[in-house]
């Protein structure tokens, strides 16, 4: 017997309310639930905690595996019961996992698995919750399976049967207990704390060795003795925790018993009137923060104070402890400033307000003259009333000199709100990046380049080489290529994709030589400016060849003819190019705006009110000890940025921004970053979280009021950065489009004329992400390269073990129901419930009878189904989901290897050898299913090909005579004797598999012809 052991390690379970209305709060109300794990034919059972909705047991369980060989085919169950009462129980759930998911046990991390719904209530069962196991293979020595006297299985009259212990000592599993007590010991103390990883490069093995190595069975004692089970990982810091992540690993880092909450939370504030409310006023959905402008315009006539003669001004505001400065004009008495300061309410610490008019000199500044408003005096205005005109105001009245300003009373819905220097950032260096602007990326275009031929080359000749022409395309940052060829007139016909983005640089073309090794030389050059490509809406519309001559700017011989070539170029308007994933893109408009108002009307209007961030959490770096939070919305073509608010973990924005809907499959991306710019230089802003929120889940006219955790994803683990407060509401301006909109291409017409192949796409994608940073860069204030990245997700197509396996999960996830309805037919038809069997044996001779009831019921039972999961409809848009993307329990070597660079690895060689290894590991399994699903289509095949003469034989009569017999034999007859033959009482089956099943198993496939 193998010493190889199946160890289950039961955490906890999450059991989430079956009625919101009647158990609030509770779970699942008065819950006495028990976890029952089979594997093997062997079952054990978890002690039984009272009266508990997540219940935590951390207890652990050890199986014996009888043949290893057969591991990858084994299922491992584990059931979620309700002990009702002593002699009853009832099924919460059940999870399965599959051999193929078992690892070893320096690899095992605790995850949390979705419970699937019962098999006798597969459609409306109310199951819903999860169960946290921890799953590995071990065959350490330490392990001892204690001997148990066998037991007799025991009858009972209960509605379930429970399960005995089997005779079999050989599958008898081991529990983690204390041999003196019966009961099971669950302190937190005897818990094994996840260490650091230290992971060591696997030794290699024989082609005959197992998956996981053994060792020869250790003699066992007949009593029961308590064992330790050995950490995984050492102590010291792991080997692939990176330098430049700053901070290791820390040690608490693994499965949490009890993860914290990351859902969205309710706010409900007085904003707009109420929950329904429709649009009253401007900025209705955020909160009115007052604030004292200052606007300075301009000054004449301002005396001189130096004995030169020269003055040099500027203007000091001054509101109690707060000063606020101009920029100074050298030798000048009239001077143009156009500044405007804003004074927050909280930073009104006085009842006075001082506009200074002063000299710079080098020494020390002198007084020109000064203005004193009492801020009792000083007007209100409310926007949208026309903006307070300056006037004029006598600076000295001694020597003259008069200055224009306005002040005023405003709120953030004023104009010049968005150009002011506010009052909390008056010491930054860098006053223009904290304001708020508006951008528009620039428009997109698809540019096509098709190189048919060139004629008349002319190139030196060379005995010892032949020529190797090429054409290279140049766009911007863009460079693409033809392949080489051997000819004077070469003929290419290769076509490519540029993007292009208005304003629009020259096209460069040119024909090169290889004529050594990383030496090229240039036949030809053109530059095509834009105005002369014609543009394009459709497929239809044919665009002429062209032909261009080259011109040369090192000739070397007496040219006779002028070279030529031959292109097909055209701005293709259909399309829509895409800068973010079609999974949460915000716009899907053609680049042509003579198809917008045709094709797609606005369907309504989206309102985003930024109220502010509470809680936001330093990063780790220790670069900063503060955060300067700024926001920043993207949808459609539209950008919004917030203001920065300086030196504030609590910032309050309250801005509101409003962006025209076309789409309702659309996603609105916020994101908060932290402004390193403000005391210059070219840091890159800290990225503190983002947000999406699909248009399609809100309910037109209703106001979203949230608080949504900012999620972000480090070296260390998931990580919550704060909450950012949102108001949203979505108007939609005409339903009937709406709902027609559902029914047309989510994508313009020239995407399925013309598709664009999925890699080239997403390549096509990350240029214009370039192009739009590069653009919006050049702006005042600058968005950001990486802020325009992490907004448009450009990483999103990078590979990582992580969100492989939660992909893997959600396919799984998907496909639990068709599972269920497999075994629960299963059942059916093994008569394990008479009274179901049986009435499906009704139902089935009921719809071969009546064939035509057969849709009108299931449509109905279909709207009935959409009936019943209406009331636990999401009450709110959904958020970022950790346990869907298993960043809450993910093992740190995985997160390492997520953020380590690409395509260059800063790793050691040997721990991407490792990493290299692991992966062909995964792609063996991978590798062994698609293998087995192509046999299994290849011996359909072999159906009628005659690799198998006999066979083929076989099945060549076997359709002639059914088709006589079908021919003489009724349909309905047919369809039912056939499914009273698969739903037979068992009494009626043999134990051996059918006649067809094994004709089939006979059949050739096609892999005894691999190498």
Known sequence: MSNLKLGVEVISAKLKPRDERTHQGDGYGGVNAFVELRFDGQIVKTSTKLDDASPVWNEKFFFNISDTEDLSNLILEAYVYNKTSSTTKSCLGKIRIFGTAFVPYSEAVGMHYPLEKEKRSVFFSAVSGELALKVYVTDSPSLKVPYINPTKNVTSNTRHKFHNVPKIETSKPSQLRDPQTPQPQTPQSQMPQPQTPQLQMPQPQSPKSQPFQTQSPQPQSPQPQPFQTQPPYGNGPSRFQAERYGSPVPETMGFEPTPPDYSIKETNPNLGGGRQARNTRANDLVEPMEFLYVKIVKARNLPTMDKTGSLDPYVEVKLGNFTAKTKHFEKNKNPIWNEVFAFSKSDQQSDFLEVIVMDKDIIKDDFVGSIRFDLEDIPTRVAPESPLAPEWYIVNVEKGGEIMLAVWFGTQADEAFSDATYSDALTALNKSSLRSKIYH???????????????????????????????????????????????????????????????????????????????????????????????????????????????????????????????????????????????????????????????????????????????????????????????????????????????????????????????????????????????????????????????????????????????????????????????????????????????????????????????????????????????????????????????????????????????????????????????????????????????????????????????????????????????????????????????????????????????????????????????????????????????????????????????????????????????????????????????????????????????????????????
């Open 441 to 1011: 990326s620039p428009r997109l275009w698809y540019l096509r380049v098709t190189v048919i031929e060139a004629q008349d080359l002319v190139i030196v000749p060379d005995r010892t080489r032949l020529p190797s022409p090429y054409v290279k395309v140049k766009l911007g940052n863009q460079m693409v290529r033809t392949k080489p060829n051997q000819l004077l007139n070469p003929r290419w016909n290769e076509e490519f994709t540029l993007v292009a983005a208005e304003p629009f640089e020259d096209l460069e073309i040119s024909i090169e030589d290889r004529v050594a090794v990383n030496r090229e030389e240039t036949l030809g050059s053109v530059k095509i400016p834009f105005e002369i490509i014609e543009r394009r809406v459709d497929d239809n519309r044919i665009v002429p060849n062209r032909w261009f001559s080259l011109k040369f700017e090192n000739q070397r011989r007496v040219r006779v003819a002028t070279t030529r070539l031959l292109l097909n170029v055209c701005l293709e308007g259909g399309y829509h190019v895409l800068d973010e994933s079609t999974y949460y893109s915000s716009d899907f408009r053609p680049t042509m705006k003579e198809m917008w108002t045709r094709q797609q009307p606005s369907l309504g209007v989206l309102e985003v009110g930024i109220l502010g961030i509470e809680g936001l959490n330093v990063s780790n770096d220790g670069k900063k000890e503060t955060l300067d939070a700024y926001c920043v919305a993207k949808y459609g073509t539209k950008w919004v940025r917030t203001r920065t608010v300086s030196n504030c973990f609590n910032p309050r924005f309250n801005e509101q921004y409003t962006w025209e809907v076309f789409e309702p499959a659309t996603v609105i991306t916020i994101g908060v970053f932290d402004n390193n710019q403000i005391n210059g230089g070219n840091n890159k802003d800290g990225k503190i979280g983002k947000v999406r929120v699909r248009i399609s889940t809100l309910e037109s006219g209703r106001l979203y009021s949230n608080s949504y955790p900012l999620l972000v994803l480090r070296p260390s683990g998931v990580k919550n950065m704060g909450e950012l407060h949102l108001a949203i509401r979505f108007t939609c301006t005409s339903m009937f489009q709406m709902l027609g909109q559902y029914w047309k291409p989510i994508l313009p017409k020239m995407h399925y004329v013309r598709p664009l192949k999925v890699v080239h796409q997403e390549i096509l994608r990350q240029h214009a992400v370039s192009l739009v940073a590069a653009r919006l860069s050049r702006t005042e204030p600058p968005l950001r390269k990486e802020v325009i990245e992490y907004i448009t997700g450009s990483d999103s197509h990078f590979w990582s073990i992580r969100k492989s396996r939660a992909n893997f999960f959600r396919l799984r996830s998907v496909l639990s129901g068709l599972l269920g309805t497999g075994e629960w037919f299963q059942d059916i038809c093994t008569w394990k419930k008479p009274v179901a069997s049986a009435a499906v044996h009704v139902l089935y001779l009921a719809f071969v009878c009546l064939p035509e009831m057969i849709l009108p019921i299931t449509s109905l039972w279909l709207f009935m189904l959409g009936l019943w999961n209406y009331r636990r409809r999401p009450k709110q848009p959904p958020h970022m989901d950790t346990r869907l993307s298993f960043a809450d329990n993910i093992h740190p070597e995985e997160l390492n290897e997520e953020f380590d660079t690409f395509p260059y690895s800063s790793q050691d060689p040997a721990v991407v050898k490792l990493r290299y290894e692991r992966l062909r590991g995964i792609a063996s399994r991978a590798q062994t299913v698609v293998g087995d699903i192509a046999g299994q289509g290849e011996r359909v095949q072999a159906l009628l090909s005659w690799r198998d003469p006999r066979a083929t034989s076989i099945f060549m009569v076997l359709c002639l005579v059914s088709s006589v017999v079908l021919f003489v034999v009724p349909f309905k007859v047919f369809v039912l004797l056939g499914g009273l033959y698969i739903m037979r009482h068992p009494r009626f089956r043999r134990k051996t598999p059918p006649g067809v099943v094994n004709f089939f198993k006979r059949l050739p496939a096609k892999t005894d012809c691999m190498l």
